[in-house]
């Protein structure tokens, strides 16, 4: 019988936390953006790799800048 070898996953590192990021600007379009699918669709934090705190500012900040027009909700 063949063994199958284990995987040894790394645990992704949050973007914000390496910079020291303390708020997420909704009008940092440049940034928010990564994390939008082309559907329109916020990137989870298990794919994204952010922590559980950067990622609810993040969610608020990408709908607050969907609100204001300065990402859109989804393309066509």
Do not use: W
Request: proline share 3%; glycine share 4%.
């Amino acid at each position: 019988m063949e063994r199958r070898e284990k995987r040894v996953y790394r645990k992704k590192v949050c973007k914000f936390c390496g910079e020291k990021v303390k708020a997420i600007d909704y009008k940092d379009t440049m940034r928010i953006a990564k994390f939008v699918t082309e559907r329109g669709k916020i990137i989870p934090s298990r794919i994204s790799g952010n922590c559980a705190k950067h990622q609810r500012m993040l969610a608020r900040a990408i709908k607050k800048a969907r609100l204001v027009a300065f990402i859109p909700y989804t393309t066509v």
